[in-house]
């Protein structure tokens, strides 16, 4: 087991209907369909983004994001996730409490992995419920848009013979895409949080 496997999850909540996370172990599906499950809710949605090699397959007829197992023709070997772990789990927490007020969700679960996530692992997990599909659907690939352009959350993706690329994330403001060209000057602080040198 690697030293990041071994730091403890951050985990912020907000009752028992909102949770979120960030955590260097391996994610369980099952963990984040339960943390949702409610008998008030007749839909549950779950994104589970996965560097996979594979085609999309489903989860409890839920899709399953894949990741290429290459970019550009380059083989990836596996993805590298960074953040600022602080202001990353507030942001998350932001975005789950104003996706489930907009789509009147009964609970939601986001769960983001850090540091190395290797081919056929989840990066990812957001479990959404609601009493009908509809907007289940809705606020899943909502709050999935969001985490990817909002998160403090950072992606390297590692090539197979050449030094590996930082992934912008989408919908980043200028500001934001100028201090992720410098990510190489970010020193890791002894308890997990970043600062700039």
């Known amino acids: 087991m690697n030293e990041e496997a071994k730091k403890p999850p951050q985990i912020l909540k907000e009752g028992e209907y909102v949770h979120v ?46 990741t290429r197992d290459s970019f550009e023709s380059r083989p990836v070997l596996h993805l590298t996730y960074t953040s600022y772990v602080p ?10 409490k104003s996706v489930r007020a907009r789509h009147a969700l009964t609970a939601i679960s ?27 659907w809705r606020a899943g690939e909502e709050a999935l848009e969001e985490c990817k352009s909002r998160a403090e959350v950072w992606k390297r993706e590692e090539f197979g013979g050449e030094e590996g690329v930082w992934r912008e994330n ?6 934001r895409r100028q201090r992720r060209a410098s990510l190489d000057e970010v020193v890791m602080v002894q308890d997990g949080e970043q600062e700039d040198r």
């Open 87 to 96: 202001k990353a789990l507030s942001t998350l927490l932001a975005i789950a």
């Open 110 to 136: 986001v769960t983001h992995r850090l540091g190395l996530v290797p081919i056929g692992e989840e990066s990812i997990l957001i479990a959404v419920s609601a009493p009908h599909r509809q907007a289940a």
């Open 21 to 66: 996370e960030l955590t260097h172990d391996p994610l369980d599906i099952q963990t984040a369909v339960n943390r949702v499950k409610s008998p008030k809710a007749g839909a549950i949605v779950l994104f589970a983004g996965q560097q996979f090699p594979l085609a999309p397959v489903t989860y409890h007829n839920s899709p399953i994001g894949t």
């Open 170 to 175: 989408s919908g980043m403001p200028a500001e």
